[in-house]
């Protein structure tokens, strides 16, 4: 069933939400975000260490909102693929989430 995770009028472009959800009993760290228009999703993992891309305060974006970046280590990684273009892990991606946008809302799909 899917998991409704925003609406699509609270997401402008350059916006990211964080949200949760369960696979397998276990609590999953995720966001989403729109990316000059483009709705992407990622489970909120950074692929250097088992760390949260931002510090608990569902901020992902670089400061010209073209790249995902790690607050911790400082990886960055391209927002439509996920990939690991510079840091610690590059050449590693971040795990996406299939969504789908209906009525509105963005649903988190296939988890």
């Known amino acids: 069933m899917p998991k409704k995770v925003a609406r699509l009028d609270d997401l402008p472009e350059g916006a990211t939400k964080r949200f949760s959800f369960q ?10 975000a729109n990316y000059r228009g483009e709705i992407v999703a990622y489970e909120n993992l950074c692929r250097h260490q088992p760390l949260s891309l931002d510090y608990g ?15 911790t280590h400082g990886a960055m990684y391209h927002p439509k693929t996920g990939l690991c273009v510079e840091g610690p892990c590059a050449g590693a991606s971040l795990h996406s989430l299939k969504i789908e946008i209906l009525d509105g809302e963005i649903q988190l799909i296939d988890f």
């Open 23 to 32: 696979r397998d009993g276990i609590r999953v760290d995720a966001f989403v």
């Open 57 to 71: 305060d569902g901020q992902f974006f670089n400061s010209d909102a073209s790249l995902f970046v790690c607050q």
